[in-house]
C-alpha cells in the first residue's frame, strides 16, 4: 500500500461529478497544484458505502476552502456510479467526482486491491506536490470519519507540529 512520502500514481479515468450521463476523463494532471483527497470505496449499491460518501460530500465545501479535491474511486464502471447517483435522491446531491477504476490499475497501484477484487476502504491525502501526506485502510465493515479526514488536512496545511486531537484554532507544539 502507498504511504506516507510516495508519489501518487498516475492515471486517467472517467468520471461522474452528477447524473447528467456526462462522463469527463480526469487525470493526474486534472487537480494539478491542489490538495487532493481520494477516498476508495469497495461497491457501489452497498450498505456503509454511501454513508461515507454523503459524509464526505457535506464537507465538500470544507475541503474545497481549503484548495482541496475530493475524488471517490471505486472498481465499479461509471454506468454503474450513474445509475447509482440517479437511484438515490442523497447520492444524486454528492458534488464531487468519482472515478471509475473498472480496469483496476489505480487501486493497484495504490495497493488497495482487495482479495476479493475491489478496491479496499481507504483514504489518501495528497499534497499539491501529488506526494501522499496520509494513508489509512478502515475494515471492510467500518465507515470512516469524514471530519476527521478534514481535520488532518488542517493540521497538515499547518505544517506545524499538531499534538493529539488538535483543531484549527488551537496551538500548534513549537521545538524546543
Not at 482541496?68 to 435522491?89: C, K, Y
Not at 487501486?107 to 501529488?130: E, H, K, Y
Request: hydrophobic share 40%; net charge negative; proline share 6%.
Amino acid at each position: 500500500m502507498l504511504t506516507i512520502g510516495n508519489v501518487f500514481p498516475a492515471y486517467s479515468l472517467e468520471s461522474v461529478a452528477d447524473t447528467s450521463g456526462n462522463f469527463p476523463v480526469l487525470t493526474g494532471d486534472s487537480h494539478k497544484g491542489q490538495w487532493r483527497i481520494f477516498v476508495f470505496w469497495p461497491k457501489d449499491f452497498t450498505f456503509v458505502c454511501p454513508t461515507e460518501i454523503i459524509g464526505f460530500g457535506d464537507l465538500a465545501r470544507e475541503f474545497k476552502d481549503r484548495d482541496a479535491q475530493l475524488l471517490g474511486v471505486s472498481t465499479d464502471s461509471e454506468f454503474v456510479h450513474l445509475a447509482w447517483r440517479q437511484s438515490r435522491e442523497d447520492l444524486a446531491k454528492v458534488n464531487y467526482p468519482w472515478l471509475a477504476d473498472i480496469k483496476k490499475e489505480l487501486t493497484t497501484a495504490c495497493g488497495v486491491l482487495d482479495p476479493a477484487g475491489v478496491a479496499q476502504r481507504a483514504t489518501f491525502i495528497v499534497d499539491p506536490n501529488g506526494i501522499v501526506q496520509f494513508a489509512e485502510v478502515t475494515a471492510m465493515n467500518v465507515g470512516r470519519n469524514p471530519q476527521e479526514v478534514l481535520r488532518i488536512l488542517d493540521a497538515l496545511q499547518t505544517d506545524e507540529l499538531c499534538p493529539c486531537n488538535w483543531k484549527p484554532g488551537q496551538d500548534t507544539l513549537k521545538a524546543a
